[in-house]
């Protein structure tokens, strides 16, 4: 199965764009798990089970799994096999480098951790970024205008080809997108207009759009400035962290259903 299959599949079994991001901190976990030999573990396993028809993808942000320890690959790996497989599985690992250590990267978060996407910074070019293209089963989202106010500092840089610098990523991804179809573009909710241009200017590729919710943008200013174009919505905190009482799972279905 392609890449888009397997977006347009998922979303299809569950009726919804939601992504659901496991971004579990170990530090801030539910006093219920306390004794669990893994909490990590037993917290995405519990939201996983309270969300999995509502969900079309999941996405764990590696940094919070790098800093559970030496915990951190085992947690990554269990979490994926339990995800049901008709479910796309995202990487948020935001690597790029030049091309031997992308190499590197690549067979990780691809081979021995199979997700079906992964996030990559593009910024050090082509070399840096073809290691991660050459199978068409996986995708890649490429950061491309980012929800933090920060990315005003670099994104929005004109260049002297009378490009902002978030239009030249995007055109580059859409070059790279060929033959394989596995590239996709991250965009920021927080940033509706520009989700419209960014849509319009390239309408076949894939968007990961986060910053619904806590971060401030809505799953209906999403949709209105997405149309038709495929996407994947991420919640976070306002899923996964709707409660930190026993209760966790079922306040995380509950908010989930206001994201579907």
Known sequence: MTFLEKITS????????LCIGLDTDWRKLPEIL??????VLAFNKAIIDATSDLACAYKLQIAYYEAYGERCYETIQETLEYIPKHILTIGDVKRGDIGATSEQYAYAWQELFPFDAITINPLMGTDGV????RREDRGVFFLGLTSNPGARDFEYLDLMNGKKLYEEVTD????????KKNAGLVVGATKPQELRMLRQRAPELPFLIPGVGTQGGTMEEVKAANGDGIAIVNVSRGIAGASKGSDFAEAARAAARNFV
């Open 172 to 179: 580059k991804v859409r070059e790279w997108n060929t033959p």
């Open 10 to 17: 998922a979303q299809a079994k569950s009726g919804s764009m």
């Open 34 to 39: 306390d004794d669990d030999k893994n909490p």
């Open 130 to 133: 073809e290691p991660f293209l």
